[in-house]
């Protein structure tokens, strides 16, 4: 789904929401578009011809130039909506940058897509469901930005993201294969002392309960749902804090299986003690289990400038820990309401990511079925082009693509894949004198071999018709 105009987006994201996180950025491609060498080690020359071909394919989809040092919004072809904060690049040796910034963005989002750009949905060997990838590019005067200290970039995939949706960052190896890893997984680049530090129980925090628990995609209290979980905080923020500012925060809360938050991250925000005091009044509700879905964590925003804090430097944050009375009663109610109207008004981002690292990055989930798994094979006729080949399966009723392990004499190997499964198995090659090759089949997933493909040497626009096809 394209979004016609920007407009749209502008009407849903005021200015005011803009100011509000940071910017991840991407790895840089090379000045054809291609991606530079896989993992850093200078192996790019193990590449097969068909990986070289596709990427060669991947041409960047978007460029826009910007000024840095002011809020940006940035569009996909596809619908991504990123929202770029002031000041979210800086050179590599971390000094500031000066002139205008070039963003180069991608997005891949169907199965076609997804194999064109050699971009299979694979962690760690286990199969993935992806709601979309995007690679992004920051460039200034030519050389690669990367993403500065404490700024990470909220991205809304096309349509929201479904149930258990998380991010992953991906690298391809020496043969161009590539893998998913889950951001929650990797070494954070940012500190606890740049994050606001991770929340831990010192002493327990008193409960607002007097409403019932919160709903975590609505944010509304079950039992008095004119009222939201940020419109309590601002309250809360008004009445037993003594922090002045203004700030965008952005929340990663974690949760226990009753709904209480376990650990609450600030991602963005410059006021450290709006920052801690928002992370601390969070921990004084419960959210739904039954809105969670399952999931052990969820985001959203607060914007404390909201309140109409006088500016000035910001005060010493002091813990409401031991004040039972500071969550509730008739003044925190009377608050809450006061800023009901405000808050209607403002549109807190549903469904988006915050993503804090750089390289690509895919919105995935694990695959799962009940079935067992097997390790099945496809050969190719065609043993000399099977060396310069690239074979996936793509999953009929799941946005999931795999690609095969070569083994000897033009044999293609898939493990750990549901048995009794509809696929498509496409395969390609390329040839530098002759162009590409193309081989699809039907199949059903099952131990063993899944029959024999010979190919058929097609043009590229018919190459990318059969594609889009699947």
């Known amino acids: 789904m394209k979004i016609a105009s920007e407009t749209l987006f502008y009407l849903r994201f005021t200015v005011a929401s803009l100011v509000l996180i940071g910017?991840?950025?991407?790895?840089?491609?090379?000045?054809?578009?291609?991606?530079?060498?896989?993992?850093?080690?200078?192996?790019?020359?193990?590449?097969?011809?068909?990986?070289?071909?596709?990427?060669k394919t991947r041409a960047p989809q978007f460029k826009r130039t910007i000024n840095?040092?002011?809020?940006?919004?940035?569009?996909?072809?596809?619908?991504?909506?990123?929202?770029?904060?002031?000041?979210?690049?800086?050179?590599?040796?971390?000094?500031?940058?000066e002139g205008e910034v070039l963003v180069v963005f991608s997005e891949y989002f169907d199965q076609a897509d997804l194999i064109a750009a050699?971009?299979?949905?694979?962690?760690?060997?286990?199969?993935?469901?992806?709601?979309?990838?995007?690679?992004?590019?920051?460039?200034?005067?030519?050389?690669?930005?990367?993403?500065?200290?404490?700024?990470?970039?909220?991205?809304?995939?096309?349509?929201?993201?479904?149930?258990?949706?998380?991010?992953?960052?991906?690298?391809?190896?020496?043969?161009?294969?590539?893998?998913?890893?889950?951001?929650?997984?990797q070494p954070q680049h940012l500190s606890?002392?740049?994050?606001?530090?991770?929340i831990a129980p010192n002493g327990p925090l008193p409960l607002f309960s007097d409403y019932g628990p919160v709903d975590a995609v609505t944010l509304k209290f079950r039992d008095k749902p004119e009222f939201t979980a940020p419109g309590y905080i601002y309250a809360m923020l008004e009445k037993n804090y003594t922090c002045r500012g203004r700030d965008a925060i952005y929340l990663e809360i974690f949760v226990d299986a009753a709904g209480r938050p376990t650990q609450v991250n600030?991602?963005?925000?410059?006021?450290?003690?709006?920052?801690?005091?928002?992370?601390?009044?969070?921990?004084?509700?419960?959210?739904?289990?039954?809105?969670?879905?399952?999931?052990?964590?969820?985001?959203?925003?607060?914007?404390?400038?909201?309140?109409?804090?006088?500016?000035?430097?910001?005060?010493r944050f002091e813990s409401i820990r031991g004040r039972e009375l500071a969550v509730g009663g008739a003044e925190i109610e009377a608050t809450m309401a006061k800023y009901m109207e405000r808050e209607k008004a403002r549109n807190f981002v549903k469904n988006a990511f915050a993503v804090t690292q750089m390289g690509f990055i895919n919105c995935d989930r694990f695959a799962s079925s009940p079935r067992p798994t097997v390790a099945s094979t496809i050969e190719l006729s065609d043993v000399y082009l099977s060396m310069n080949?690239?074979?996936?399966?793509?999953?009929?009723?799941?946005?999931?693509?795999?690609?095969?392990?070569?083994?000897?004499?033009?044999?293609?190997?898939?493990?750990?894949?549901?048995?009794?499964?509809?696929?498509?198995?496409?395969?390609?090659?390329?040839?530098?004198?002759?162009g590409p090759y193309l081989s699809t089949k039907k199949a059903v997933t099952t131990q063993g071999s899944m029959g024999t493909l010979d190919y058929q040497q097609v043009s590229e626009a018919r190459l990318m018709r059969e594609l889009a096809r699947l």
């Not at 950025?25 to 000045?31: I, L, N, S, V």
């Not at 040092?69 to 929202?83: A, S």
């Not at 419960?286 to 430097?313: H, I, M, N, W, Y």
């Not at 696929?423 to 004198?433: G, Q």
Request: charge should be negative; hydrophobic fraction near 40%.
């Open 192 to 198: 606890a002392t740049t994050l606001g530090g991770k």
């Open 68 to 97: 840095p040092h002011q809020p940006n919004v940035l569009i996909g072809e596809e619908g991504t909506e990123m929202l770029i904060p002031e000041d979210a690049f800086v050179k590599q040796d971390n000094r500031p940058v």
């Open 118 to 185: 050699n971009l299979p949905t694979v962690s760690n060997g286990r199969l993935l469901e992806s709601g979309g990838v995007i690679h992004l590019e920051a460039l200034a005067d030519g050389e690669p930005l990367k993403l500065a200290a404490g700024k990470s970039i909220l991205v809304n995939f096309p349509g929201g993201a479904a149930d258990g949706m998380q991010l992953f960052s991906g690298e391809y190896d020496a043969q161009g294969v590539m893998n998913w890893v889950p951001l929650s997984d």
């Open 266 to 315: 600030s991602l963005t925000g410059r006021n450290n003690c709006l920052r801690q005091a928002v992370e601390e009044a969070v921990q004084t509700l419960v959210f739904d289990p039954k809105s969670l879905g399952g999931a052990e964590k969820f985001f959203f925003q607060v914007r404390p400038e909201a309140l109409g804090f006088a500016k000035g430097t910001e005060n």
């Open 23 to 55: 910017l991840m950025a991407f790895p840089a491609w090379g000045q054809n578009g291609a991606q530079a060498s896989s993992n850093g080690s200078g192996q790019q020359s193990q590449l097969n011809e068909c990986a070289r071909y596709l990427e």
């Open 389 to 434: 080949s690239k074979v996936f399966l793509v999953f009929d009723g799941m946005n999931s693509v795999m690609e095969g392990r070569p083994e000897a004499r033009g044999t293609f190997r898939f493990s750990g894949i549901p048995i009794g499964k509809s696929v498509t198995v496409v395969a390609m090659a390329y040839d530098p004198a002759v």
